[in-house]
């Protein structure tokens, strides 16, 4: 189902005859079964499976309306009642139950408005659409008349629906329709709908509005329905039921007559006051005399006559007194007009009569911004307090309440043109009761006058509240909160004089709309900077103060405040909890974290130790989390702190960094609210688990450590191995690399042991720690050992190690130690005690008759006992054992290994056994006592046979044995194998064995591996192989393999035997193979044992006795027979050319017969149908075997028969297919003979696509023809012209080869045995194999021309396509030949037209036609001209590239000089239409325009008629034209020249051609004809208003001016005219001047000082002043010369002395005589080295006037790039135009502080503001723009090294702060080119110390460096006697410790002359205990503090250790350690046994 076209397909199982099918009997339904049966349609008669049928437009809008039918796949189905549909036999269908749509597609047409019908005379508006539509907004449906006026339809007009929704009509209210006469007109209109006012039921917008449609004129004649008389307020009223024109009142015809005398009064001296268009309603002023009379007249007066029109010109029907007076009584009220004053609120309201005062209602009142429905609206609540009486004048007073809602409301009573009102029924009531009318939205009134709000808004009060973080103003009145300036709100502690005072910034957040109270959130900076300031912490320190214009109000008055500053009305203290806001950082090189709050806190109230650190945002199973100890805050009170963490918990975070923020996405911050408090002293709110990942929870950066680990301590176990490092914290157990440390006996390593890497296991320590143990691995261990000089106690002990060592949990590598430097001396070695111990039994290797036992430490060799070792068979007492008897011993050169040599008594003995020492498994040590005894003599412990231990590697006797030769029998399969020892037979493998045809196997070799065979021996030394059947066939078909001794060799493997010691044999390799010695070849003949025969697959299947040689077969030979003796049976003997399979050799194979013997054989009705009658027989040269030995024949009189027959089953197949698209032939060839009587033609078709869907076309072949006429395998379909036609329409099918296939059943094709065919169904059809396209071009067979609808019809022999329709090809003339004709008057011209490029094609139900619409000029064209107007003048020529058919190929062409008579040609007879027309008066030309060419010969001027009314009657002006001339010149347009007579009568007349709107011209249809003789069709238009009108106007010219300097501040401007012109109408404020001649030029001017004292003349001065004289300066060129200098001027800037106003336009000048040129920069130099800054101009300058603080450099071109403005120079005048400018050093810094501002040319560029020089006269000097800076002419890098000046040192924070003479690259800074002495020259005894490292502080440019020193740095300083004062403190640097910005290197400070500090802090911090460790094994104590310390002040007598309970002292313990951070104590014995006595100290947490 197609919804957008309109289009239901569907596909039967038959063939439909389509002509009989009944649409009526189709229901389109959904699931529901709510549907629309059709009620018909239009379809193709061409019988087919498809039907399609495009649905009429009532059923599609039907199924349109209907909200869930056929909106989608799923709601649509379909049911057929039955006999719907027929097929082509006559068989018709039974009922179709609802069948779902395969496939749908959606409406996507947009609708369109067909038609229309306007109706004015019963208001009316009809809407015809293209389909069913809804009108969402009927606003949306403008009309509009010729002129542009538009009129909205209101929401309250009443709709109605027809024709399904496809129709509309629009019933307009009386008070619209009066609307719409007196706004748009009473002529046709056209029609405008907004988007999405109307759509259709798929929600699509209108998308085409036709100007179709039909007009009917007001007709109605108006009545006069009410009138009121107020003879005291001299007013008449009239109500008429439709508006009327009030210009054709005849005043002096309107009578009153009194129903009590009869008397009647015509009024005099009257005027109309004021027309109400809405209600129709004309007020009319009386004179006094009126008045009077009227009163005489009685209140019973009624109107009795009045002349009137309305605006169609229909007269007032004649007044009925009686029924005009008892309608009048129910007239209620009218408002004619009212005035609104916003500045005090007042609202007058004036009536057509009294109102009833006490009926007042003002809720009855709204206010509007303007008409309509969507405008801004506002209903009054003020209370009425009525005057004393009745009036017709209303005063309300609005009240404030009401005023500020107003002036809330945007554009709202803002002005005249935004404040209109309606009023309801219940808003008031005359005196006799009557209600006023309601007035709907689109009729508001307009106000007559209004007064705007003038009033400046004032403060009042305010209020704060804290926790809500909110200030409320509330003003006088409504303020508008969009002009609000916060610059101008601050907040004081003081009324006035204040000493705290906070001004706010920009980002307040504004909370209430337009009101007099305004309310807004604090930004949070704002109300941080509050708190921080301790301001407004009550009403007594809160004042706010507002400068003028903070804000203003909804007229734009500004906020005036009176008085300083406003106290605190209302205050609410903070009662807000603080919030967290972010995790910002966890530094762990600062050892801090950073977090922020949503406002400040006092730091002073910080506990760290509520501080959680987690993995996880909430706590699921296995989160990680760590709570710190403590730390303490590092920054100000803030929204930001900075905590610093405790060394102890930094190493807790780094153990779980593994798991633990090892990323931002696993770092999570919790704590509870005792965390801080903000500066109120409410705690922040706690932090707990969140439900979701909250980013602000999680860290947003993490610091990694960047500073290395050091080693501390280390000690060595020589019992155990093992190695203790101490480090300074944790570091990563798994990251150390043992490799990389050296053990030394001294500290400059004369003798060392490099550790090797140690396995997993050796680690000890398994978790990152700050002490990690492990062991050696053996090797270094006995290294370490065997090294006498070597690690035997504490002073011959030294450790080094590199960076790599080991790295802390952010791989840093350790700080290295290296020899003399800092190797580190171990603290504990423990002596090695151990005996030792046998490793490994290693090796028992019998073929050389060795043993090697490996033992822990080096052996003594010479003291072997032999009988103390034994071999045992296992490790048992049971075992058998084989003891040594003598032997030699040797040592390995590390001494641990010892190598036994056996004698050849144990040797034999070990071979002989059979149970001891034949595998590694019976192979096990046993030691006695005393055996073997290490170097330092501890015995190595016996080793009984329990614990024997077996041999890790064994040797066995390994001589293998070897094949010397073989013999090879082919005939009997027999291999003999002789090797040089004996062998098990039982070990034989055949498959070890291959056969090959050379000495080695390479490409192009044969050779093959036995799988098995039967081997027998003799003697045990050779082996007979028989070979199996397989293996034999094998070698007889690897041809040429063992066929001669020259072609037979053998290789083989290690497993063919093995000797009776299991060694296998020696192999032999395939590159070196053994060559047979005895060959015996075969000389058997082969045998035929069976055969099959497969009819079906067309093959027989051999067997043979032994493999053949199949290439040897010769098919020719055999004979195919049906009975054993061949003289009575039928046969057929083969003719060959058949395959093979296999085609070489073997003992069977299948021959595949060929076609021709297949299809033979299978003609012989009784040969081979079955097994009875399939026999073969054969000669002997019929095959051979591979030694060519000739098979045993078959002979023909004994045939042998078939053991198994196959008959033919085989369905045929379509092989392949090709399409001749040039002749139309489909070629079919199938994959055997086909029965050509079973060929069904019409199941054949032709599709696009190898997979048909819905979408895709298929073409069946439904009126072609078949040949040949009797079976075969090729057969041709002659396509019908029909069929082809179809198929070169289509555009996606047999394009070409790739969209071309074919589909069928299976039942379409029958072979001979009655096998259907193999079916290519419409999902997998087949591909064309061979395709031709169409080539031939296709032919023009005939042509229509139809002048009537201006169409142009070609048929063709094939489709085309029109896509390539090329309009500029196709030539119409009026003659067959080019060349000019002669005929009996004389030659004919040729006449020709080219079709014009956007000539439209029309829809076509023929394949072979175009039509084409001829555009409007084409067809203007041919009547202009006058040709094609019969058979005879109507020629068609086709120019090349015209057209081309659907494959491609180009329309044939016509030439012009044979051009196409057309075949059909209809005459024009549509009558032509009047459509518009313009008047220039200023010319006379009248032109007349219609919708056709007309002939200008028949104009008849005398039917022109000019009137001032869009209608003739004897009430109108009118002229009609009495002479004038046409323009001969066939077209649309018709131009008549006014003759001078009638333009003069016409002018005469002061109503008639004034202007546009007294402007009508009428016609008649004799006017005149068009072309063809068909007059004017009057009846559409008969006359038009000249829209297009120009009055008489010849206005004056300006012809040049002059400019030119009077005075230094005065100048002039000469202005010369064609004309004198009227100086009183001269405006000078407008006069611009240009540098360019055109009133857009880039560059202008006004003149703001103009003046002028000429009189009346064509030459006028203007002067003007210095001011304008100074802004010209500013605007070069303007004024520069005569070509830049050009003036212009305003609207009506003068006018002639008849008021004519010159035409505006750009004047150029005669002559400009006026300097305005300024100084200007063009060159200057900037030397950085000689610190100048040079400045070169275009003109003398006074170096005086020099401003250097205007002077800005930059550094690019880049307005947003660096920059810096000076501050202050030296100004040195060099010449007249040259200046020096010496900069200053605080500017030089700062530039150079600028890493990108210049540094080179390229980023030196110059902006200038104005008026930096002045030159000699006065002129200030041009500016350079930032966003157009100067680039430097010259550039001078700076070249001067810097100095350090001075250094301060706090020794409390570590912080050095270096001084330069100039600005200085931070980032360069090298602290290890830095150090400190203890002198000023370094002598003798001086210390000194080169830093490290360093935390870099500063890290911008700045002539100061600030850095932290590194900790280790920092105690070494302390621990070394100097900088302990200003005195001893020294600083050396190196020159390239840092570099200034121009990478010049530092003037040195050498340590013969190091800089004494300036300011020097001391530490005054005192150090305090960061941990301690207790060896209870050694008695130490080991103190680690913070710093370094002075040992010789510790008092070891105020130490105790305690378990918490109980403490001891120690008392006479001794430190043993220098000054360092870790102090060494060792106890004595007496305080460390008091420690074990106590006890204390029993485990590390006690």
């Known amino acids: 189902l197609d919804m957008n076209m309109g289009i239901l397909q569907l596909v039967f199982s038959k063939v439909l005859e389509v002509s009989v099918t009944n649409v009526t009997l189709f229901t389109i339904q959904n699931a529901l079964a709510t549907g629309v049966q059709l009620s018909g349609g239009s379809f193709s008669l061409l019988n087919s499976h498809n039907f399609s049928i495009i649905l009429s437009s009532p059923d599609l809008n039907r199924i349109k309306t209907i909200d869930s039918l056929a909106i989608d796949i799923a709601s649509s189905y379909i049911t057929l009642q039955q006999n719907s549909v027929t097929d082509t036999r006559g068989l018709s269908n039974l009922v179709i139950s609802p069948l779902q749509a395969s496939s749908y597609f959606a409406d996507m047409t947009p609708p369109s408005l067909t038609n229309f019908t306007y109706d004015l005379n019963q208001g009316l508006l009809l809407l015809t659409f293209s389909e069913a539509v809804f009108i969402n907004d009927i606003t949306s449906i403008y009309i509009r008349n010729q002129l542009g006026t538009n009129f909205s339809i209101s929401t309250s007009t009443l709709v109605e629906e027809s024709d399904f929704n496809s129709v509309h009509k629009i019933n307009f209210s009386t008070a619209e329709l009066n609307q719409i006469k007196e706004n748009v007109g009473i002529s046709p209109v056209s029609l405008n709908i907004l988007p999405g006012g109307i759509s259709d039921t798929s929600n699509l917008q209108l998308s085409f509005i036709s100007n179709s449609s039909s007009f009917t004129p007001d007709t109605t004649r108006p009545n006069l329905i009410g009138f009121r008389v107020d003879t005291v307020a001299s007013l008449l009223s009239l109500t008429f039921d439709e508006i009327i024109d009030s210009t054709t009142f005849e005043l002096d015809t309107i009578k009153l007559v009194s129903f009590i005398n009869a008397s009647e009064y015509t009024l005099v001296n009257i005027s109309i006051d004021s027309v109400n268009i809405n209600d129709a309603i004309v007020i009319i002023r009386l004179s006094e005399q009126d008045s009077s009379r009227l009163s005489l007249l009685g209140a019973d007066a009624t109107v009795s006559n009045v002349t009137v029109f309305d605006h169609a010109g229909n007269s007032l029907v004649p007044i009925d007194v009686v029924d005009l007076r008892s309608g009048n009584e129910g007239i209620g009220p009218v408002i004619v007009s009212y005035d609104l004053n916003m500045n005090n609120g007042l609202l007058v309201l004036t009536f057509t009569e009294d109102v009833d005062v006490s009926s007042v209602d003002t809720s009855g009142i709204t206010i509007h911004n303007a008409q309509g429905d969507d405008a801004i609206s506002y209903v009054l609540t003020s209370s009425f307090i009525p005057p004393p009486s009745n009036t017709s004048i209303i005063s309300i007073t609005i009240s404030q309440t009401d005023l500020d809602n107003i002036n809330a409301l945007p554009n709202l009573a803002k002005s005249k043109t935004t404040t209109y009102i309606t009023y309801s029924d219940q808003f008031a009531t005359d005196t006799d009761g009557n209600p006023t009318d309601n007035i709907p939205t689109n009729l508001a009134i307009n106000v ?93 320190n809160c004042f706010l103060n507002l400068d003028d214009g903070a804000i203003r109000d909804s007229f734009s008055n500004l906020f ?116 801080v408090r903000d500066m109120n002293n409410n705690p922040v709110i706690a932090l707990g688990d969140s439900i979701l990942d909250n980013p602000k929870e999680r860290v947003d950066n993490i610091a990694d450590d960047i500073i290395p680990p050091n080693l501390d301590e280390f000690s060595l176990d020589m019992n155990q191995g093992v190695v203790n490092l101490t480090f300074n914290e944790v570091v990563k157990f798994d990251s150390l690399v043992t490799q990389l440390i050296t053990i030394q006996n001294a500290p400059y390593g004369a003798s060392s042991v490099t550790l090797s890497a140690i396995n997993p296991g050796s680690l000890i320590t398994t978790q990152i720690d700050s002490i990690i143990r492990f062991e050696v691995i053996f090797g270094d261990f006995t290294s370490l050992k065997a090294n006498t000089l070597l690690a035997n106690s504490i002073n011959d002990t030294y450790l080094t190690h590199t960076s790599g060592m080991i790295m ?194 390479s490409l192009g070799s044969f050779s093959t591996r036995l799988t098995g065979g039967r081997a027998t021996t003799l003697d045990n030394s050779t082996i007979l192989l028989s070979l199996i059947y397989v293996d034999l066939n094998i070698v007889k078909t690897a041809l040429p393999l063992a066929s001669s001794r020259d072609n037979t060799f053998i290789s083989i493997t290690s497993n063919l035997v093995l000797d009776l010691f299991d060694q296998p044999v020696t192999s032999i390799i395939s590159s070196n193979a053994l060559q047979v010695t005895i060959y015996t070849p075969d000389s058997v003949q082969p045998s035929l044992s069976t055969f099959r025969f497969n009819l079906d697959q067309g093959s027989i299947f051999f067997m043979f006795n032994e493999p053949v040689l199949i290439t040897s077969f010769r098919p020719e030979l055999v004979t195919i027979q049906n009975m054993k003796n061949i003289s009575s049976s039928l046969s057929h003997t083969l003719t060959g050319g058949g395959s093979n399979d296999p085609p070489t050799s073997g003992d069977t194979f299948i021959y595949t017969l060929s076609e021709t013997d297949l299809n033979i054989i299978k003609a012989i009705g009784d040969l081979a149908t079955e097994i009875n009658n399939t026999y073969i027989s054969f000669p002997s040269e019929l095959i051979t075997d591979t030694s060519g030995n000739l098979v045993n024949s078959i002979d023909p009189n004994d045939a042998l028969v078939s053991i198994l027959f196959t008959g033919d089953n085989t369905r045929p197949q379509l092989l392949s297919f090709s399409l001749d698209m040039n002749n139309g032939v489909l070629t079919l060839t199938f994959s055997e003979t086909i029965d050509n009587s079973s060929i069904i033609l019409n199941d054949f078709k032709i599709q696009g696509v190898a997979f048909l869907t819905g979408s895709d076309a298929q073409i069946p072949l439904d009126t072609s023809q078949l040949l040949p006429l009797q079976p075969d395998t090729i057969f041709s379909i002659y396509i019908s012209v029909e069929d082809l036609n179809v198929i070169k329409f289509s555009s996606n099918v047999a394009v070409d080869n790739q969209t071309t296939f074919l589909s069928f059943l299976s039942s379409s094709v029958l072979d001979l045995a009655g096998n259907a065919i193999i079916p290519y169904l419409f999902t997998e059809a087949l591909q064309v194999t061979e395709y031709i396209p169409d080539t031939t071009p296709p032919t023009l067979l005939n042509t229509t021309l139809d002048m009537n609808m201006g169409i142009l019809l070609f048929t063709f022999d094939e489709p085309i396509n029109t896509s390539t329709f090329n309009a500029s090809a196709f030539v119409v003339q009026n003659v067959n030949n080019a060349k000019s004709v002669l005929i009996t008057e004389g030659y004919v011209t040729l006449l020709s037209l080219i079709l014009s490029a956007d000539t439209t094609i029309l829809p076509s139900m023929q394949l072979t036609t175009l039509v084409l619409q001829f555009v409007p000029s084409d067809l203007d064209f041919l009547q202009a001209h006058n040709f094609s107007s019969s058979l005879d003048d109507s020629f068609i020529a086709i120019l090349p590239y015209s057209l081309s058919d659907q494959a491609g190929n180009p329309l044939f062409p016509i030439p012009d000089s044979s051009a196409l008579q057309v075949g059909l040609f209809v005459y024009d007879n549509q009558l032509p239409i009047y459509t518009n027309v313009s008047l220039d008066m200023n010319t006379g030309i009248l032109t007349l325009s219609f919708n056709e060419v007309i002939n200008p010969y028949s104009v008849l001027i005398s039917t022109i008629t000019f009137s001032n009314l869009p209608f003739l009657n004897s009430f109108v002006t009118q002229y009609t034209l009495m002479a004038a001339s046409v323009n001969r010149v066939y077209s649309n347009e018709v131009i008549i020249q006014i003759s001078n007579r009638d333009l003069n009568e016409l ?84 006069t611009t001047l240009l540098d360019q001649p055109s009133s857009s030029a880039p560059i202008n001017y006004t003149l703001k000082t103009g003046r002028t004292s000429s009189s009346d003349s064509d030459l006028i001065l203007i002067e003007f002043e210095i001011q304008d004289i100074e802004s010209l300066v500013d605007l070069p060129p303007i004024a520069s010369s005569i070509n830049s200098t050009f003036v212009t001027f305003p609207d009506r800037f003068v006018a002639d002395m008849f008021g004519n106003y010159i035409l505006v336009d750009v004047v150029s000048p005669i002559s400009v005589t006026i300097d305005v040129i300024r100084p200007r920069i063009v060159g200057y130099n900037l030397d950085l080295t000689t610190e100048s800054l040079l400045l070169t101009f275009s003109e003398t300058v006074l170096p005086t006037s020099t401003n250097t603080s205007l002077i800005t450099l930059q550094a690019s071109r880049n307005i947003t790039s660096q920059r810096y403005t000076l501050m202050q120079a030296s100004i040195l005048p060099l010449t007249d135009t040259i200046i020096e400018l010496k900069l200053s050093l605080a500017d030089l810094n700062s530039i150079k502080a600028l890493t990108y501002l210049a540094i080179s040319d390229d980023s030196t560029f110059l902006v200038l503001a104005r008026g930096v020089i002045e030159d000699s006269a006065g002129i200030l000097s041009e500016a350079i723009l930032s966003s157009n800076p100067q680039q430097v002419s010259s550039f001078v890098q700076d070249h001067v090294r810097p100095s350090l000046e001075t250094f301060d040192l706090d020794m409390n924070s570590g912080i050095i702060t270096l001084y330069f003479s100039e600005t200085v690259n931070s980032t360069s800074f090298d602290p290890t080119m830095v150090g400190l002495q203890s002198s000023e020259n370094f002598v003798p005894g001086s210390t000194s110390i080169i830093f490290s490292g360093s935390e870099l502080i500063t890290l911008t440019p700045n002539r100061f460096v600030t850095f932290r020193i590194l900790e280790e740095d920092l105690n070494e300083i302390k621990r070394l006697p100097h900088a302990t004062s200003n005195v001893d403190t020294f600083l050396i640097m190196n020159s390239i410790a840092i570099f200034d910005v121009n990478d010049n290197r530092l003037h040195p400070i050498t340590s013969v002359k190091a800089k004494q500090v300036s300011t020097y802090t001391p530490d005054t911090i005192p150090p305090h205990l960061d941990s301690f460790e207790f060896d209870l094994n050694q008695g130490t104590l080991s ?23 109980i403490a001891q002292f120690l008392t006479s313990s001794n430190t043993v350690s220098d000054n360092s951070s870790v102090v060494v104590i060792t106890l004595s014995e007496d305080d460390l046994n008091s420690i074990k006595l106590v006890p204390i100290c029993t485990f590390s947490y006690a």
């Not at 805050?633 to 798991?659: A, F, H, Q, W, Y």
């Not at 002018?1547 to 051609?1553: E, G, Q």
């Open 448 to 540: 007559e006058t209004f007064i705007t709000d003038f009033t400046n808004p004032t403060l009042v009060k305010f209020s704060l509240n804290f926790t809500a973080e909110t200030m409320t103003l509330v003003f006088s009145e409504t303020v508008d909160v969009l002009t609000v300036d916060f610059s101008k709100f601050s907040i004081q502690d003081e009324s006035t004089g204040s000493n705290i005072v906070v001004t706010l910034g920009p980002n307040q957040r504004i909370l209430t709309s337009n009101s007099p109270i305004f309310s807004f959130e604090f930004d949070q900076s704002d109300l941080d900077l509050v708190f921080l300031q301790d301001i407004c912490t009550n009403t007594g």
């Open 560 to 675: 005036t405040q009176f008085i300083s500053s406003i106290a605190l009305d209302g205050f609410v203290s903070d009662s807000k909890s603080p919030i967290f806001d972010n995790f910002i950082l966890l530094n762990f090189t600062s050892e801090t974290i950073t977090v922020s709050f949503d406002e400040a806190v006092n730091v002073d109230t910080l506990d760290p130790s509520t501080i959680v650190i987690q993995n996880s945002f909430n706590s699921i199973p296995g989160f990680i989390s760590y709570q710190l100890k403590g730390g303490f805050s590092l920054s100000p009170n803030g929204s930001e702190i900075v905590v610093s963490l405790l060394t102890s918990d930094l190493n807790e975070l780094k153990k779980r960094r593994d798991t633990l923020c090892v990323l931002i996405t696993n770092c999570f911050i919790r704590f509870s609210s005792s965390l």
């Open 808 to 1001: 802390d949990v952010f791989d840093n590598g350790v700080f290295p130690r290296i020899d003399v430097i800092n190797a580190l001396q171990a603290s504990v070695v423990v002596d090695d005690v151990i005996p030792p111990e046998v490793v490994q039994f290693s090796l028992l290797d019998l073929d050389l008759g060795t043993l090697e036992i490996s033992f822990t430490e080096p052996i003594d060799s010479s003291r072997v006992k032999f009988e103390g070792i034994s071999i045992l068979s296992t490790n048992s007492t049971l075992a058998t054992a084989i003891t040594f008897t003598n032997g030699s011993a040797a040592l390995s050169s590390d001494f641990f290994s010892v190598t036994l040599t056996l004698n050849s008594i144990d040797l034999i003995s070990l071979k002989l056994s059979d149970q001891v020492a034949s595998s590694k498994f019976d192979s096990y040590l046993s030691i006695s006592l005393g055996a073997f005894f290490d170097t330092t003599g501890n015995q190595l412990l016996s080793i009984d046979a329990t614990q024997a231990i077996p041999v890790q590697v064994f040797n066995p006797d390994v001589t293998r044995p070897e094949l010397t030769s073989f013999d090879f029998d082919l005939n009997t399969g027999i291999i003999a194998l002789y090797f040089n020892d004996v062998v098990q037979l039982s070990s034989i493998d055949p498959s070890s064995i291959t056969l090959q045809n050379n000495l080695t196997i």
């Open 1547 to 1630: 002018k005469i007349f002061t109503n008639l051609v004034t202007s546009s709107s007294d402007s009508y011209v009428f016609i008649q249809a004799s006017t005149a004809s068009d072309s063809n003789g068909n007059l004017i069709d009057v009846s559409v238009f008969r006359n038009h208003q000249a829209i297009d009108f120009k009055t008489d106007t010849t206005p004056p010219l300006l012809l040049g001016f002059i400019i030119e300097t009077l005075t230094l501040n005065l100048a002039r401007i000469q202005l010369s005219f064609s004309e004198t012109v009227n100086v009183s109408t001269l405006i000078i404020n407008g």
């Open 1983 to 2005: 103190l680690y503090f913070n710093e370094t310390v002075d040992v010789s002040t510790l008092s070891v007598q105020n130490i105790a250790l305690s378990n918490m309970n």
